[in-house]
Nanobody
Framework: QVQLVESGGGLVQAGGSLRLSCAASGRTFGRYVMGWFRQAPGKEREFVAT????????YYAESVKGRFTISRDNAKNTVYLQMNSLKPEDTAVYYC?????????????????WGQGTQVTVSS
């Protein structure tokens, strides 16, 4: 069983930055794709970013490209999401998730383990 625990959310003004972290349990973290997703009130959960096991492949949603950066530290079993130039529309609960294969994809239904989420609120 894999456990994912997000941290780093909070309240920030528009234009500010936050860094989210997601710590994973287990010894096989470095074998799998990790992703970040978000869900705003009244909306469906959506893809934000994903990273392959070696960090060689990264995909981003168009809405965050150029502002957000996903990274990982396999020695620490942790994946990060650096969020810069935050906008009010980035307000959501942010979830990290693990995909049970080493091929990075953006499809939410291909991720099998999820964290509990961390709230990010961007004020205007």
């Amino acid at each position: 069983q894999v456990q994912l625990v997000e941290s780093g959310g909070g309240l920030v003004q528009a234009g500010g930055s936050l860094r989210l972290s997601c710590a994973a349990s287990g010894r096989t973290f470095g074998r799998y794709v990790m992703g970040w997703f978000r869900q705003a009130p009244g909306k469906e959960r959506e893809f934000v970013a994903t990273i392959s096991p070696s960090s060689s492949t990264r995909y981003y949603a168009e809405s965050v490209k150029g502002r957000f950066t996903i990274s990982r530290d396999n020695a620490k079993n942790t994946v990060y999401l650096q969020m810069n130039s935050l906008k009010p529309e980035d307000t959501a609960v942010y979830y990290c998730a693990r995909k049970g294969s080493p091929i990075a994809t953006t499809r939410i239904d291909e991720y099998d383990y999820w964290g509990q989420g961390t709230q990010v609120t961007v004020s205007s």
